[in-house]
């Protein structure tokens, strides 16, 4: 037996090195822990043990030099619960995921503003309620912002045009209202910036702001969107993938230009006049769908325009030829 003296000391050095052999920082395993309990210790957490080191954790990960928490993500759970205002103090927070969680309700928690290092924000296919909060554009490192699939509603905010990174942003299918900010013309970011803002009750025309501003792909489908489109497109844009459809956008179909690069083009469902243009059998088309529109005259002959079936054509005023039935002369 050891006397008492020694084994105090031998079980204090063991004590020491076993805590500093954790790699997890004690601040943030406490945040984890509280964020463990706003969600009503839940079963998908159970790894989350005070007594083992949190960069072992589900779900979680450390950065390998810092071992501060860099990511959180949640995916298909059956969890009822609201975004835990916790989150907001894991400040080396780079991912934030929340993915496919039917019972996540609630708005989206003012404490995100707090996470100045995230990069990558994606709450979607969850039941967020509540606009879509003007403090996201204060995350300036956000190179993807993703809200698609939940119930937001209002309108959207201008300022989300100032984050210098962004890489894609996605707000399609909410219940988004009033029109498309005119500073989405003037996207500090990078050129070729996706954008989604489908399935929403947007209204308004598009801005004028959007002819200086080269989307890699713009989705701007099924809203109530009226006016003129064209400003879309432009000879020297490399735009590859457009939906505008069913909206009520009105305006000539002759007059526009196609970016060479225009891979997919979407437009079924509008208001639209004029006829196509010859210039589209110059496009190296994978998907065309022009239907349900004013269309008049022959489609042209050459390019793809051949390659789509009638369905892609269908429902105009007067467009004839291949593949639709030949025009009468
Ligand atoms: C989601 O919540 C609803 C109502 O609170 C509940 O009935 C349902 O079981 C929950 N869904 C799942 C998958 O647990
Ligand atoms: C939102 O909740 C409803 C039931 O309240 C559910 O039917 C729907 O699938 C949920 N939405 C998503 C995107 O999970
Ligand atoms: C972006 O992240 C870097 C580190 O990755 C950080 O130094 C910088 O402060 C962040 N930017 C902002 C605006 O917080
Ligand atoms: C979200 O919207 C859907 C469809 O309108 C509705 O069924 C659901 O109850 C809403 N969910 C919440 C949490 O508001
Ligand atoms: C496209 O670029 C060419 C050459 O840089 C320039 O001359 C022309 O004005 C531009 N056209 C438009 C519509 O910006
Ligand atoms: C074009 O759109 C119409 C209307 O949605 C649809 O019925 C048709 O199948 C589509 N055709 C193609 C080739 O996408
Ligand atoms: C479209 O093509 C199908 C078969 O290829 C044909 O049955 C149909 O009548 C055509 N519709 C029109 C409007 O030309």
Not at 289 to 295: A, G, I, K, M, Q
Request: net charge neutral; charged share 15%.
């Amino acid at each position: 037996m050891a006397p008492p003296l020694l084994s105090f000391l031998f079980f204090t050095l063991l004590l020491f090195f076993s805590a500093h052999s954790e790699l997890c920082n004690p601040q943030d395993k406490k945040v984890l822990l509280q964020i463990k309990k706003e969600l009503n210790n839940p079963y998908v957490l159970t790894s989350w043990k005070p007594d083992t080191d949190c960069c072992d954790w589900y779900v979680v990960q450390c950065d390998r030099v810092s071992h501060r928490i860099i990511s959180l993500t949640l995916f298909a759970d059956s969890l009822s619960f609201q975004i835990p205002a916790a989150v907001g103090d894991l400040p080396h927070l780079e991912t934030l995921d929340f993915h496919k969680l039917p019972n996540l309700t609630g708005p989206i928690h003012p404490a995100i503003a707090k996470l100045k290092n995230l990069k990558f924000l994606r709450i979607d296919w969850t039941n967020l309620s509540g606009p879509v909060p003007d403090f996201l554009s204060e995350l300036k490192n956000l190179t993807y912002l993703n809200l698609a699939f939940n119930n937001l509603s209002g309108s959207i905010p201008p300022s989300l045009a100032l984050l210098p990174n962004l890489g894609a942003l996605f707000l399609d299918r909410n219940k988004l209202t009033g029109s498309i900010p005119h500073s989405f013309g003037m996207f500090s970011s990078v050129p070729d910036l996706y954008l989604y803002l489908s399935h929403n009750q947007l209204s308004g025309t598009i801005p004028s702001s959007f002819a200086n501003m080269d989307f890699s792909v713009i989705d701007l489908s099924r809203n109530k969107l009226v006016g003129d489109a064209s400003v879309v497109f432009g000879a020297n844009k490399t735009t590859q993938i457009v939906d505008l459809s069913r909206n009520l956008f009105q305006f000539d179909l002759s007059k526009v230009v196609f970016p060479k690069s225009l891979t997919s083009l979407d437009l079924n469902h509008n208001k639209i006049t004029g006829s196509i243009p010859v210039e589209m059998t110059a496009l190296n088309l994978q998907f065309l769908n022009v239907s349900y529109n004013r269309l008049c005259g022959q489609i042209p002959v050459g390019g793809k325009l051949q390659s789509f079936d009638n369905s892609s054509y269908f429902h105009n005023r007067c467009l004839c030829g291949a593949p639709l039935a030949s025009c009468k002369s």
